[in-house]
Nanobody, 122 residues
Framework: QVQLVESGGGLVQAGVSLRLSCAAS????????MGWFRQAPGKEREFVGR????????YYADSVKGRFTISRDNAKNTVYLQMNSLKPEDTAVYYC???????????????WGQGTQVTVSS
């Protein structure tokens, strides 16, 4: 079992930056690929980005590429999502997830956090 807890969400104005954190506990964190997803009201859960165990392979959705950065600190059992130049369309609940495969599909991630709300006003 892996327990994930996101933090760092909030209400911000368009154009500013926000950093989300996802703290993991339980099984060895470094064994897992980590993904970030988001879900806006009335929409399906959307892939944001993913990172492999070493941080050497990172992939982003086109909608956030160039604005968002994923990193991880295995010593702290934490993965981060740095979000710059936020837009109103980035408003969603953001989730981190842990899985055993480098995937963009929610079904490939076995463990999920509870989510943190990010609201971007125009």
């Amino acid at each position: 079992q892996v327990q994930l807890v996101e933090s760092g969400g909030g209400l911000v104005q368009a154009g500013v930056s926000l950093r989300l954190s996802c703290a993991a506990s339980g099984r060895t964190f470094s064994n897992y690929f980590m993904g970030w997803f988001r879900q806006a009201p009335g929409k399906e859960r959307e892939f944001v980005g993913r990172i492999n165990w070493s941080g050497g392979w990172i992939y982003y959705a086109d909608s956030v590429k160039g604005r968002f950065t994923i990193s991880r600190d295995n010593a702290k059992n934490t993965v981060y999502l740095q979000m710059n130049s936020l837009k109103p369309e980035d408003t969603a609940v953001y989730y981190c997830a842990a899985g055993s495969a480098l995937s963009s599909l929610p079904r490939d991630y076995a463990y999920w956090g509870q989510g943190t709300q990010v609201t971007v006003s125009s």
